[in-house]
């Protein structure tokens, strides 16, 4: 029990640090990582079943009706390894790629990383059941943390995924840093798989990310209410809007919560001044060029073996060797 408390404390000493940090920098920000609360992964859930939102279709198809040939490529270097998921969520489109391990006897162990407390929880509860012969062992935190405990635990050639253009939550400069970080922890004969959502006509990137049904609206809403009800904010949602943009030379796809009127939010003991019209930086989703994936691959030390699309060719998962 109390081990639990403490945990749950020390995290939300960082949401309170990093939020007001955030609010009180020029231009505020939020950090992504925080939409995903319970009700923010429920809402999350909605988007990936949206019209709009043609990414996890996408990649789905990919993991679905590619599965062998996949398979094939994690397993060129051997049939023994670790499979570690950053970011696992559902572990819908990875579950694929375990039923063919699975069925071909291959020896691995499965260990989705998540920072969601909430999805490794509900992962161990029903994969197993899924998937009979399942050898896992769910990792709640920190990617590097916990990469670095799975090191721990096994020494075994590692297959990397990293699904889900998770990756484009990052500008071009930090997914530099945190490739080059991942190719540190990794060696000779292992794995990487990343899911890149590629640049695609504009206008249908931007309504995945602004959505008629204002799903995408109240999924970036919800973390000012997770402000108000874990951090005793005050914010009035109704003050604010949502707003997405999409820029086809960059590939940088961004939202932001734009205040209605002057008001002051109080958060805990800490007072933030909006201005009407000011906005906050909510996140971005970074689409990518082939090019661009083959570079960032290169000057992070990978090399990357072959690409996966999508049949319309909107997504890729990359697969790099070290
Ligand atoms: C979970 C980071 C892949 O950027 O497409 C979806 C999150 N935000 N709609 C994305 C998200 C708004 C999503 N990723």
């Not at 019209?277 to 971005?284: G, K, L, Q, T, V």
């Amino acid at each position: 029990m109390s081990t639990v408390t403490t945990a749950a404390a020390t995290t939300n000493k960082l949401f309170l640090e990093e939020t007001i940090a955030g609010l009180k920098a020029e231009p505020k920000h939020m950090h992504s990582k925080y939409f995903y609360d319970e009700a923010g992964d429920y809402i999350f859930q909605q988007i990936m079943n949206m019209e709009e939102y043609y990414l996890t279709d996408a990649e789905m198809d990919i993991l679905a009706n590619q599965t062998s040939a996949l398979v094939e490529v994690v397993s060129a270097a051997g049939t023994a390894f670790d499979l570690i998921e950053l970011g696992a969520g559902d572990a819908t489109k990875s579950i694929h790629l375990l039923r063919a391990l699975i069925n071909q006897q291959f020896d691995f162990k499965y260990f989705p990383i998540d920072i969601s407390e909430h999805v490794i929880s509900s992962l161990e509860q029903s994969l197993p059941a899924q998937l009979p012969g399942l050898t896992m062992q769910g990792l709640n935190g920190d990617y590097f943390e916990m990469l670095q405990t799975a090191s721990e635990i096994s020494s075994r050639r590692k297959v990397v995924l990293f699904m889900g253009a998770n990756i484009g939550n990052m500008n071009p400069a930090e997914a530099r840093g945190f490739c080059a970080q991942l190719r540190d922890q990794l060696s000779k004969d292992d794995l990487l798989i990343v899911g890149f959502d590629l640049k695609k006509n504009p206008q249908q990137i931007l309504s995945a990310y602004s959505d008629g049904g204002g799903i995408t609206r109240s999924f970036n809403l919800n973390l000012l209410s997770r402000i108000n009800r874990e951090l005793e904010g005050n914010f009035d949602v109704q003050n604010f809007e949502h707003y997405a943009t999409y820029d086809p030379e960059t590939g940088a796809c961004k939202s932001y919560l734009i205040s209605l009127t002057n008001q002051t939010v109080k958060i805990g003991n800490e007072q933030i001044r909006f201005e009407e019209n000011e906005y906050i930086f909510m996140e971005i989703s970074q689409k990518y060029a082939l090019t661009d994936i083959e570079n960032l691959a290169r000057t992070t030390g990978f090399e990357p073996v072959h690409n996966f699309y999508d049949k319309n060719k909107y997504f890729v998962d990359s697969v790099w060797k070290c």
